[in-house]
């Protein structure tokens, strides 16, 4: 029974595997999919969580203090009555009983500038967590556009081999006919190898891409994934612009909304750190009681429990005042610490700033060149169809050799490699400018 329970576990998790394998993914479940199950991402919402509950500490902080103490204590020899302070020579115990509360009124607005800190951290937390959840996105959209590009490589080395099949069973039927030499079918042959090779190279490539998906989604028990058909993307032409670009990136990057948060934060810290120069002041109540059994009434008998926790119990009430006077200057010295801190939080937000104004503008020039690269490809590829069509004929006719037509439709096949290159670069371009711009081209939630 337990081996066929196995067996069909087994079956099962093989079924599984390939209903898995089968699935035809789009880009939006492949990056749902990633932000799920991506193990870095997984770090990140944690120390979000911990930015969280450490700021909701903070706001606990405000509340009082209240402690409760209990003793229970055996002398042996002589001691000191802990009721009379008579000094007896007899073994006794006692035991004691406090409850102490305390509050702080007043640390020069401590409290107040630490839960505001908090809470900026904690918003820095989020943001950082954002932006990891859009550089995912961003490599999950780069690894499924390249399984789009080697798809149609592996289509047009595929129609590359199906020209040099048909041409290998034209030169054979010619030589037969006595109309081409011997060595024109070896050439023809060698170039229907060539691009039988070339076929299992883009296949070997295409096979790598999917790699390269699966591995950033974390997608487990597979090794090859089937991405749902695309129309082929209409590029859009755009005239953009880097510095409007860059303005909405400003508002928008989590990574910058992240460091604008610490920036904030620091200020609040220099405000806890010079909060430390001021009086503090607090206030503390307690109540205790306790029980001896060396109280005795006048009989000599150990007074009652219950009669000694009533009538031994003490009370207070008290106010506590610290003024610092005098710390080897370490308050002040923690001040411009803090100050420095904020000068460095504030000198990241340029380095960020400048790295983000110069990848944008890297990627609008890389944009303009690429529209124009397209334009030209396209026209490349009419050209170079047109030529291949002319050799051909020609070669049908006698007119050329194997090799002159093979040179004509390698360099129709190149064009359209260097075409379908463009459109994917340009796809991934406009799609990351999107990005900076603050468009919803990833289904990712927006922090609120």
Same mark, same amino acid.
């Given at each position: 029974m337990g081996f066929k329970k196995g067996k069909l576990f087994f079956l099962l998790m093989l079924i599984s595997m390939y209903l898995q394998a089968q699935e035809n993914w789009t880009l939006d479940n492949c990056i749902s999919y990633a932000l799920e199950h991506n193990l870095t991402l997984?770090?990140?919402?944690?120390? &979000?969580?911990? !930015?969280? &509950?450490?700021?909701?500490?903070?706001?606990?902080?405000?509340?009082?203090?209240? *402690? !409760?103490?209990?003793?229970? *204590?055996?002398?042996?020899?002589?001691? /000191?009555?802990?009721? +009379?302070?008579?000094?007896?020579? +007899?073994?006794?115990?006692?035991?004691?009983?406090? @409850? *102490?509360?305390?509050?702080? @009124?007043?640390? !020069?607005?401590?409290?107040? *500038? /630490?839960?505001?800190?908090?809470? @900026?951290?904690?918003?820095? /937390?989020?943001e950082t967590a954002q932006q990891q959840r859009f550089l995912l996105a961003l490599r999950v959209m780069t690894a499924y556009h390249d399984i789009q590009y080697y798809e149609g490589l592996l289509a047009i080395s595929k129609e590359q081999l199906s020209i040099s099949e048909a041409n290998f069973k034209l030169a054979k039927k010619q030589i037969e006919l006595g109309l081409k030499a011997g060595a024109d079918l070896y050439e023809a042959e060698s170039i229907l190898f060539s691009d039988q090779l070339g076929v299992t190279q883009s296949e070997n490539q295409l096979q790598a891409a999917k790699l390269s998906l699966i591995q950033e989604m974390n997608l487990v028990n597979t090794n090859t994934i089937q991405l749902n058909p695309v129309a082929t993307n209409t590029i859009i032409e755009t005239k953009n612009d880097t510095d409007s670009i860059y303005q909405k990136a400003k508002d928008f990057v989590p990574l910058l909304k992240a460091q604008k948060y610490r920036i904030e934060a620091a200020q609040k810290e220099v405000g806890i750190a010079k909060g430390k120069l001021y009086p503090s002041l607090s206030f503390t109540t307690g109540y205790g009681t306790g029980y001896y059994e060396t109280t005795r009434d006048t009989l000599g008998v150990t007074i009652p429990f219950k009669t000694q926790i009533r009538d031994n119990a003490s009370r207070f009430v008290g106010f506590s005042l610290s003024v610092p006077i005098f710390n080897a200057w370490s308050t002040r010295s923690n001040i411009k610490q803090q100050k420095i801190a904020l000068k460095r939080e504030q000198n990241n937000l340029e380095i960020q700033e400048q790295e983000i104004f110069k990848a944008i503008q890297q990627l609008v020039q890389e944009e303009k060149a690429l529209q124009v690269e397209l334009i030209q490809s396209e026209k490349q590829i009419l050209a170079q169809e047109q030529a291949f069509g002319v050799a051909q004929k020609k070669y049908e006719k006698g007119l050329l050799t194997i090799m002159e037509l093979n040179l004509a439709k390698s360099m129709f096949a190149t064009s359209q490699n260097k075409n379908l290159q463009v459109k994917q670069l340009l796809q991934i371009n406009q799609n990351t400018l999107s990005f900076y711009q603050g468009l919803p081209i990833f289904n990712i939630k927006s922090i609120n």
């Open positions: 997984r770090d990140y919402q944690y120390q &979000e969580n911990s !930015g969280k &509950e450490i700021y909701n500490q903070a706001i606990r902080d405000m509340l009082p203090r209240v *402690n !409760g103490f209990a003793d229970y *204590n055996i002398r042996y020899g002589r001691s /000191t009555d802990p009721y +009379t302070n008579d000094i007896v020579d +007899t073994d006794f115990f006692s035991n004691g009983y406090a @409850l *102490n509360a305390s509050i702080d @009124l007043f640390q !020069g607005f401590q409290k107040i *500038n /630490t839960i505001k800190a908090r809470k @900026l951290v904690f918003k820095a /937390t989020q």
